[in-house]
């Protein structure tokens, strides 16, 4: 068979440029890839950096659907569906929420792909394809498969070393997709030995590990520390804010290359923490963890979370101040959604709080149910103020790093990508992107 595998384009939200876009490819695409076996032709295409060819014979069509995409599936699928193509859905929306999408495709697949994808291909090819496919049941972190990676254009994005060591997170935040029911409910580690072929398979020094939580299992996370800590590379990941009681751990990362940490801080009040279960966040111990973090040279990406039912107006002021006295490097803010399956949609459902079903704007920068403390127009105008603020010239230099090492990648972000991301843009359109592409990954380096 012939089969296309399809990213939808995502709709980019206020402060967005096509850096974004095309940030880096979609492993899940690069995954199924892998999966499929020999005999049959595979397309990649991501809808953000090139066009959909409709019109090109393909027997099967792939989606990968996150919610805010969802709108753009349905229609690409009915496109392919109307030329007498089948069309199979996947992603986390549609393990979230499989009801809402079964009319929609031929066929879905809730959870991971590793044990169900043969199985699709076969009966579409036998003509007995099943309405749903799921098979999650004692998986294990060494039946998670490596991406495709030499399937990667590396001209059409700015990070092409990406790689994942887990699947799911030990925690289960309401607002998060872990806590839906359809969600794997433990957290897997794959083999250390797979990660290290991933690591050889890109040929950089720079890596990104794009994992929900890298420290889910420490003692794993620490073995990994040591197999990579002689390969001398650079990396970042995404880690959860009790690592603040892991400081052996942290001298074992720098030390091994970590050069940042994406860290879910959500709130500084700790009111807001609790509302929606994030036991693992003490907001009295913040700065702590980043004063441990700081101190040991990585830097941090701050995410924060706005329009939690105990904010009030008043946290934006609040967070800016904290971000700028903490020297906070990099801060990316989101508006509280809800997203289908989760335990935060339930609890807002049962409410009647939410106001907006159109799922394109589910995508952190609208406000689709009513905030408890504060008017809609506050919470929105207040998530545009703190990236306006944050980014500002002021607040960028107040928090310029202490290490004259970190001088160049931190005002290369700050100014280049968020404050004139817009002419970054401009720019990308005026040369080749393939240029562009190089002076980020040359910048990737060096952060």
């Known amino acids: 068979m012939k089969i296309k595998l399809i990213q939808p384009a995502m709709l980019p939200r206020p402060m967005d440029t096509k850096l974004k876009t095309r940030m880096s490819p979609s492993l899940a695409l690069l995954t ?12 990649i295409e991501n809808e953000n950096v090139e066009r959909i060819d409709f019109d090109e014979p393909v027997d099967l069509v792939a989606l990968t659907v996150t919610v805010d995409v969802m709108n753009r599936g349905v229609e690409i699928a009915k496109e392919f569906q109307n030329r007498g193509v089948t069309v199979v859905a996947g992603g986390i929306h549609i393990t979230a929420d499989p009801e809402g999408a079964l009319y929609y495709f031929d066929a879905i697949c809730v959870g991971m792909a590793e ?5 699709i291909l076969e009966d579409k090819e036998n003509y007995s ?12 972190g060494k039946e998670v498969v490596s991406p495709n990676y030499a399937m990667i254009d590396h001209n059409k994005y700015l990070y092409t070393n990406i790689i994942s060591t887990s699947r799911g997170c030990p925690f289960r935040c309401d607002f998060c997709y872990n806590s839906c029911k359809n969600v794997v ?7 250390i030995d797979d990660v ?3 690591i050889k398979a890109l040929k950089t020094r720079h890596i990104m590990f794009i994992d929900d939580n890298f420290i889910g299992n420490p003692k794993w996370t620490r073995k990994l520390v040591k197999e990579i800590k002689p390969l001398k590379l650079k990396w970042n990941a995404a880690v959860t804010s009790n690592i603040v009681d892991m400081p052996e751990l942290l001298d074992e990362m720098k030390e091994a290359g970590c050069q940042s940490l994406f860290i879910g801080f959500e709130s500084i009040n700790s009111k807001s923490i609790d509302s929606v279960h994030k036991v693992q966040n003490s907001v009295n111990r913040y700065e702590k963890l980043v004063d441990e973090i700081h101190k040991r040279g990585i830097m941090i990406n701050a995410s924060f979370v706005f329009g939690l039912d105990e904010d009030d107006a008043s946290v934006f002021k609040n967070t800016l101040d904290w971000i700028v006295k903490n020297k906070i490097e990099t801060v990316t803010s989101h508006i509280l959604t809800p997203y289908p399956g989760t335990k935060l949609y339930s609890s807002l459902m049962e409410e009647n709080r939410i106001v907006d079903f159109d799922l394109s704007k589910y995508n952190t920068a609208h406000v689709v149910y009513k905030p408890m403390n504060m008017t809609a127009e506050e919470l929105y105008n207040g998530y545009l103020w703190i990236y306006e603020v944050v980014y500002s ?9 202490k290490s004259k090492k970190q001088w160049i990648p931190f005002l290369s972000f700050n100014l280049f990508y968020r404050k004139f991301g817009k002419m970054t ?3 990308c359109n005026m040369v080749s992107f393939k240029n562009i592409g190089r002076f980020f990954r040359w910048l990737s380096y060096r952060i």
Do not use: Q, S
């Open 129 to 140: 394809l099943k309405k749903i496919y799921y098979d999650m049941g004692k998986i294990a």
């Open 393 to 401: 010239f002021k607040n960028i230099m107040k928090r310029l790093p």
């Open 425 to 427: 843009e401009i720019l």
């Open 115 to 119: 044990r169900v994808w043969a199985k």
């Open 185 to 191: 409910k433990t957290y897997i580690n794959r083999p």
């Open 196 to 198: 290290m072929k991933d």
């Open 32 to 43: 199924l890839a892998n999966l499929t076996p020999k005999e049959h032709e595979v397309i």
